[in-house]
């Protein structure tokens, strides 16, 4: 009962203030179910409604939050690594018969 008025209290809040304050729940909900599906959409369904952050914000809050560590005294960080440069991490998750028998994608977000 407890969560679900918690919930409801979050939601109430940004209905009142016009979405201009975030709830936790309107952070974490978003944030941890992008973590599991790896899915950006399921991030716009939320958004579209009204239980969670729209893509573009939940990338604001995740680059502040990385930024926020990384400037922590506490965070180690080996030698070898500069801070001010880039690089780029690149990997496939090998996807085997991704193609289904009459064209469509089987394995990726992109379903149709």
Request: charged fraction near 15%.
């Amino acid at each position: 009962m407890h969560r679900y008025l918690l919930s409801v209290g979050q939601d109430l809040v940004n209905i009142i203030t016009h979405g201009r304050v975030k709830a936790p729940k309107h952070f974490a909900l978003p944030m941890a179910l992008k973590q599991i599906t790896g899915s950006e959409e399921v991030v716009t369904i939320l958004n579209r409604f009204g239980h969670g952050l729209s893509q573009s914000q939940l990338s604001e809050v995740e680059a502040a939050v990385a930024t926020r560590i990384c400037n922590s005294p506490s965070t180690f960080l080996p030698s070898n690594i500069c801070s001010g440069s880039f690089s780029t991490m690149c990997w496939d998750n090998i996807d085997f018969a991704e193609e289904t028998p009459i064209g469509r994608v089987l394995l990726t977000s992109r379903m149709e």
